[in-house]
């Protein structure tokens, strides 16, 4: 059997792929189980500096929860339960380099929650984006109903989730829910060059930057602003912050080493 999620570390990007093509990439025990493994793995690693993650296949980056375990497992009730409990979720929030999802085709319920859980979203033009849990007498579990509203307000966030809508990727551009929608044939040319470009900035910015901006949505302003300025004093005295601004000054590119 094949692995349900592969990690492939090239040039400081971890690319983690969902690997369950024939199930349009729905998330089994299995996934739910590697998923946050490969996350770990990745920001354990010091040659990585960029994660993205992405679906196997054409058809989709992901279709949710596997549906048709739903059915096999003995207590539905007891495995939600367990979902809330030990949020596998989680390791996407702990994670402080970069993450970017990159959609094609079908992102649905645990897929857009996966992707919401992700810092930069880019899709194809063919996704179709969307939360049909309610219209399965369920809701989202690991966070879409919390982080959906943080990123295209409570109007959307409730249409949404009421009524299963999905999304096309022109739409979700609109919204803000992916900030940037390529062809098809182009998305894993602009994902890789996007993921190089953040890769190639300086790690303790893009750690902290991502920080600040994560606690805006949680923090009252005077909070944050503290925070902000708390973070910045220790990027102030990081060694690559000196590096960019020589580099500036000898008009060269900066070498950065996360220090
Ligand atoms: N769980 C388990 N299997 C899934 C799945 C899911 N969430 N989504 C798709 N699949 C499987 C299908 O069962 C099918 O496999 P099979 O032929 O072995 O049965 C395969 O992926 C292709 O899907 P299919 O439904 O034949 O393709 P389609 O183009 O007609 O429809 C979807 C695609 C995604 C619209 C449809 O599969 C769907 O609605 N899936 C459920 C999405 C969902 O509600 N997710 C949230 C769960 S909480």
Redesign the pocket.
Known sequence: MSEPVLLEIADAVAWITLNRP???N?LNTATRDALPKAIRAAEADPAVRVIVLRGAGER?FC??????EFVEVPSPAEYRQSRVHDSWIRAFDETRKPIVASIHG?C???GLEIALACDIRIAAEDALIGL??TG?G?MTGVGGSQRLPRVVGLGLALDMMLTGDRLSAARSREIGLVTRVVPRAELHAATAALAAHLAARPPMAMALAKEAVRAAMDLPLREGMRLEVDLLTLLLNTEDRLEAARAFREKRKPRFSGR
């Open positions: 024939e199930a349009m729905a989709a279709a949710g929860a596997d549906i048709k079908i649905l319920g645990g049909p849990e399965l369920i």
